[in-house]
T-cell receptor, first 114, second 116 residues
Framework: DTEVTQTPKHLVMGMTNKKSLKCEQHMGHRAMYWYKQKAKKPPELMFVYSYEKLSINESVPSRFSPECPNSSLLNLHLHALQPEDSALYLC?????????????FGDGTRLSIL | AQSVTQLDSHVSVSEGTPVLLRCNYSSSYSPSLFWYVQHPNKGLQLLLKYTSAATLVKGINGFEAEFKKSETSFHLTKPSAHMSDAAEYFCVVSERNAGNNRKLIWGLGTSLAVNP
């Protein structure tokens, strides 16, 4: 069982919908991440939060909006997505953001845009 | 700049035979290196990590990897493959530098098939 919980596991939405992906961890980690992963590819970093503040935005389109309400929760708000945004969205956490600490991943949300 | 090369995109072994997944990296400074595994429709699970301690690193599920600085390699091995080892494996490098480089650099992955 993963220590990082993501909901929902699957999401199908139209291009005009607004939805949110949720991620929760209770390991006391202070860095949290959003990744996008296409089939048969490595994950691509989207956002990094460190101590509840956004520290990295990898030039992600504004139709993706991250939010970190507290140290255990991370949301990704979705609006007006495009078909090419269909992918597996992974959340991860680590003790800190130093880069030498392993990241713990959730099982992801599989997103399909109609 | 750092980079990671996984030398095989696909490896196929028979159950009970050894597994070797090859990874080479380039890094200007002392790197941290990781191997992650991803089973179908699952997230990524850390197998093992190297962070400048012992060069032979033991991980979960019988996997181990050896950091060889002279060869800039971090190959993943297992003495005897199980059917449950069939998955995608990613080699990842991270390093500290004078800037604030905290991003992981991922290899393209190696798909491991285990035949009965």
């Amino acid at each position: 069982d993963t220590e990082v919980t993501q909901t929902p596991k699957h999401l199908v939405m139209g291009m005009t919908n607004k939805k949110s992906l949720k991620c929760e961890q209770h390991m006391g980690h202070r860095a949290m991440y959003w990744y996008k992963q296409k089939a048969k590819k490595p994950p691509e970093l989207m956002f990094v939060y460190s101590y509840e503040k956004l520290s990295i935005n990898e030039s992600v389109p504004s139709r993706f909006s991250p939010e970190c309400p507290n140290s255990s929760l991370l949301n990704l708000h979705l609006h007006a997505l495009q078909p090419e945004d269909s992918a597996l969205y992974l959340c991860a956490s680590s003790q800190g953001e130093t880069g030498n600490q392993p990241q713990h991943f959730g099982d992801g949300t599989r997103l399909s845009i109609l | 700049a750092q980079s990671v090369t996984q030398l095989d995109s696909h490896v196929s072994v028979s159950e009970g035979t050894p597994v070797l997944l090859r990874c080479n990296y380039s890094s200007s400074y002392s790197p941290s290196l990781f191997w992650y595994v991803q089973h179908p429709n699952k997230g990524l699970q850390l197998l093992l990590k190297y962070t400048s301690a012992a060069t032979l690193v033991k991980g979960i599920n019988g996997f181990e990897a050896e950091f060889k600085k002279s060869e800039t390699s971090f190959h993943l091995t297992k003495p005897s493959a199980h059917m449950s080892d069939a998955a995608e494996y990613f080699c990842v490098v991270s390093e500290r530098n004078a800037g604030n480089n905290r991003k992981l650099i991922w290899g393209l992955g190696t798909s491991l098939a285990v035949n009965p």
